[in-house]
């Protein structure tokens, strides 16, 4: 939380600006959210809700195509760029003008979904995933009748704005319809989402997610308020949520010794570059199968993960490694390196 956040709620307060108040504290909510501060977010988002928070907004056992999914608590590194996004969003519903339909695209595991996760929790919603399974049929027909039927599900709840509705992997139903197998029967299930996002109550927030974005049906794609891609990560991006989740399993397993320094510079060396989500199991697989009779086990193997390269001494100088930092990549002694890397 900056001074400029502390001032802009006094202004706010002071000028009797419900809205500007409101947001202000939703960003510093999510502030401490991102610092893994989760607690003190919810709280803050929790003096903010109205009396309807609690109130189900959906009888569950009367749904047939919504899944009601559990909100993430977890801490959420996202780069600035993509977190200013978000924050744009929960603004804009705080501003209630009828901007409530989104699409996150990106590579698989860039955070899209978890993304999600975090703006129903923020936001005090229920959050709802659209089970596209039980939605596509082989009748003919009958997967219209079906999003038909979904959106009267979204469209029934008791109180629309406090639901945030997911469509995961939309791309089932909004590929390009001159590209589909079945033209007909697509082009007639793709016409029936396009009603079905025109006739939306304009309080249900929904968000779709696609790692398919250059195929979408353009009709579709007009239908969204706002489209955000999730492929802006830079390197330093992708260091600081490396370093951001190592630290988080640093708490976890005592046994491994700590050097986030190595970690950046392994990061910066990524060969291919991973997403988010790929560079989070890399770390995790290398600490769990990893001795615990070895401190630094775990960060050879992720060097390797990473690099794809095996540990050699001189290309290790060579890319810009300190002596220390080679004595654990290699498991030799400091002066045995120094006296091997003078002798070559």
Avoid: W
């Amino acid at each position: 939380m900056r001074k400029a956040n502390i001032v802009n709620l006094i202004k706010y307060y002071a000028n009797k600006n419900d809205v500007g108040f409101r947001n202000e504290a939703l960003e510093i909510a999510l502030d401490f959210d991102k610092n893994g501060d989760s607690q003190l977010a919810e709280y803050i988002t929790a003096l903010l809700a109205d009396n309807n928070t609690f109130v189900p907004q959906i009888n569950d056992n009367e749904l047939t195509f919504l899944q009601k999914i559990e909100n993430s608590k977890e801490p959420l590194p996202l780069p600035e760029i993509i977190e200013k996004d978000i924050l744009g969003i929960i603004n804009a519903i705080g501003h209630n003008v009828g901007v409530n339909k989104y699409l996150f695209y990106g590579a698989p595991g860039t955070g899209k979904t978890e993304s999600v996760k975090h703006i129903a929790r923020i936001l005090e919603r229920d959050l709802y995933m659209v089970d596209f399974a039980n939605i596509i049929d082989s009748k003919l027909g009958q997967t219209q009748k079906n999003i038909t039927s979904l959106f009267e599900e979204i469209n029934n709840c008791k109180i629309p704005n406090k639901i945030l509705v997911l469509f995961d992997e939309i791309d089932a139903l909004a590929l390009d319809r001159t590209n589909s197998n079945d033209l007909r029967e697509m082009g007639r299930a793709t016409s029936t989402l396009l009603k079905g996002f025109d006739s939306l109550n304009e309080n249900v927030l929904i968000i779709a997610t696609t790692n398919l974005y250059d195929y979408f049906d353009k009709a579709i794609l007009r239908r969204f308020d706002a489209k955000i891609s999730f492929d802006r990560y830079t390197i330093e991006d992708l260091q600081d949520i490396a370093v951001e989740i190592y630290e988080g399993f640093c708490h976890k397993f005592k046994f491994i010794g700590k050097n986030v320094r190595l970690v950046r510079k392994i990061v910066a060396m990524m060969d291919p570059v991973l997403s988010p989500g790929e560079l989070k199991n890399n770390i995790k697989t290398s600490i769990a199968f990893s001795s615990s009779n070895d401190e630094f086990d775990y960060m050879r193997k992720l060097f390797e993960k990473l690099t794809n390269k095996s540990i050699d001494l001189k290309q290790l100088q060579k890319e810009g490694f300190t002596i220390r930092e080679i004595e654990i990549l290699t498991g030799i002694s400091k002066s045995k390196v120094a006296r091997e890397l003078k002798e070559e």
